[in-house]
């Protein structure tokens, strides 16, 4: 009886057990399917979090671009109004380019002719008599030569200013008058280049303002004694010193000439 009942629980539990294996086969394939789709998913998320980051990298340098061509396109703009002027600066540059060794020729006039005079004579020896000259001998150069700018710069003009040269025109020429006629030194060693072509000028400065100058601008080369005087009982010495050393000799107090030694 026992047997009776216990065999068809038996093939029914056996009927189960197959069909529970047939559904863990199931679940593990549908399992394994969704892991699969998950790692797929995964990896795509990865692949479109890259592409975002990448498009958005792609925007910030595009807005970057943008930027800079609109930044280009206005100063193309604004440097469209300075075509013109550029156009006459060049055409100007040219002329004075031709014109430069009238203009050097004008500079070196003045430096050797217009030391005794006035501010006014200097203004018609260059503007009319030397100017005159060359064009009569077919030298192109500029009608109004400004020999300040052309001898000299602003910031040079500037330092001596702040040693005491005054600031108006005639000054400044009568600066580069003294200047050119002094010794050019040598940057390493402060000798003179060329002293077989020094010329040593004789200023008439009744209110003391070029001595100051001197005085201020040629301190690290006088030698030990500093200025001197006509009437100074060693002048022959220290002139002769002077020379040989290459130091610079200001003789002070000239009233009537210069007595030859």
């Known amino acids: ?18 069909e529970l294996d047939v559904a863990n086969k199931k679940l593990k394939i549908a399992t394994d399917s969704c892991n699969a789709a998950q790692a797929l998913v995964a990896d795509l998320q990865a692949q479109l979090d890259k592409a975002e980051a990448k498009k ?35 055409i100007k540059f040219a002329d004075d380019k031709r014109k430069l060794l009238g203009d050097i020729a004008l500079a070196c006039a003045f430096v050797s002719y217009c030391g005794p005079f006035n501010f006014a004579y200097r203004q018609k020896l260059m503007s009319k008599d030397f100017y005159d000259q060359c064009i009569a001998l077919g030298i192109p150069v500029n009608k109004d030569v400004d020999v300040t700018q052309l001898l000299v710069d602003e910031a040079t003009i500037a330092i001596w200013n702040s040693q005491s040269l005054p600031k108006d025109q005639l000054s400044v020429q009568n600066g580069i008058l003294v200047v050119e006629a002094s010794p050019k030194r040598d940057p390493k060693t402060n000798e003179p280049t060329d002293p077989l072509l020094v010329r040593f000028p004789l200023l008439i400065d009744p209110q003391g303002q070029a001595l100051n100058w001197l005085k201020n601008r040629e301190a690290d080369h006088f030698p030990y004694q500093g200025t001197t005087t006509l009437g100074h009982r060693k002048l022959s010495e220290i002139a002769k010193y002077c020379i040989e050393n290459g130091k610079t000799l200001l003789v002070e107090g000239i009233v009537d000439g210069v007595i030859p030694l």
């Open 1 to 18: 009886i026992a047997s009776l009942v216990a065999k068809p629980l038996q093939l029914a539990l056996a009927k189960k057990q197959a």
């Open 56 to 90: 958005q990298e792609l925007e910030t340098d595009q807005k970057l671009c943008m930027d800079k061509m609109d930044e280009a396109t206005k100063l193309i703009e604004s440097l469209g109004g300075e075509k013109k002027r550029w156009n006459e600066s060049r």
